[in-house]
């Protein structure tokens, strides 16, 4: 059974910098996008889009974090990074790690790790 452990959350003031990592264990294959998605504190919307990134290099992000997030990924360790540069108060949320499969043969997410950026 596949599981995903995210980690580096935190609380940081405005302007700082944090690094998330998600690591899956269990076999895992045929991976078509890794990513992350968050949900702001207080809402019951659905999550939203931050970044995701294929196993080959293909990005993609939310308007929102252009220029100041950066998502990488280590295909051998199954591990996908998303490094928080510049952070703004409106970043504080929890930020979920995603793994998906082609053809929707998996979707994958892990439980979630709160970041809180002070004014």
């Known amino acids: 059974q596949v599981q995903l452990v995210e980690s580096g959350g935190g609380l940081v003031q405005a302007g700082g910098s944090l690094r998330l990592t998600c690591v899956a264990s269990?076999?895992?294959?045929?991976?078509?996008?890794m990513g992350w998605y968050r949900r702001a504190p207080g809402t019951q919307r659905q999550r939203e889009m931050v970044?995701?990134?294929?196993?080959?290099?293909?990005?993609n992000y939310a308007d929102s974090v252009k220029d100041r997030f950066i998502i990488s990924r280590d295909n051998a360790k199954n591990t996908v990074y998303l490094q928080m540069n510049s952070l703004k108060p409106e970043d504080t949320a929890v930020y979920y790690c995603?793994?998906?499969?082609?053809?929707?043969?998996?979707?994958?997410w892990g439980q979630g790790t709160q970041v809180t950026v002070s004014s």
């Open positions: 995603n793994f998906q499969g082609w053809f929707g043969r998996y979707d994958y």
């Open positions: 269990g076999s895992i294959s045929s991976i078509k996008s």
């Open positions: 970044a995701t990134i294929t196993p080959t290099d293909y990005t």
